[in-house]
């Protein structure tokens, strides 16, 4: 299983980061990603790191947000900065390799 944490209420222009720890997952061998889902929205993509450490970002988060992991905590991070009121969702990890999703943890920015 893979469990978020970090999220929380900010203001605008403030950064967070969203850790995502795994158990009887090792990342090191996973592709991992980061989901969102705003209120009234379907899910969308965030961001994906590959075994080797390639990323890939969605359009609206390239330059603000950072994906990263760390293979000896086994643990995937998203760090967020200069965040929007439109950033506001529960964001979801996901281990893409073997297709398990967290429970979310929900960010809010406010105005």
């Known amino acids: 299983q893979v469990v978020e944490s970090g999220g929380g209420l900010v203001q605008t222009g403030e950064s967070l980061r969203l850790s995502c720890a795994a158990s009887g997952i090792n990342l090191r061998f996973a592709t991992m990603g980061w989901y969102r889902q705003g209120p009234g929205k379907e899910r969308e993509f965030v961001a994906q790191?590959?075994?080797?450490?390639?990323?890939y970002y969605a359009d609206s988060m390239k330059g603000r947000f950072t994906i990263s992991r760390d293979n000896a905590k086994n643990t995937v991070y998203l760090q967020m900065n200069s965040l929007k009121p439109d950033d506001t969702a529960v964001y979801y990890c996901r281990c893409l390799s073997f297709d398990v999703w967290g429970q979310g943890t929900q960010v809010t920015v406010s105005s």
């Open positions: 790191i590959t075994t080797n450490g390639t990323t």
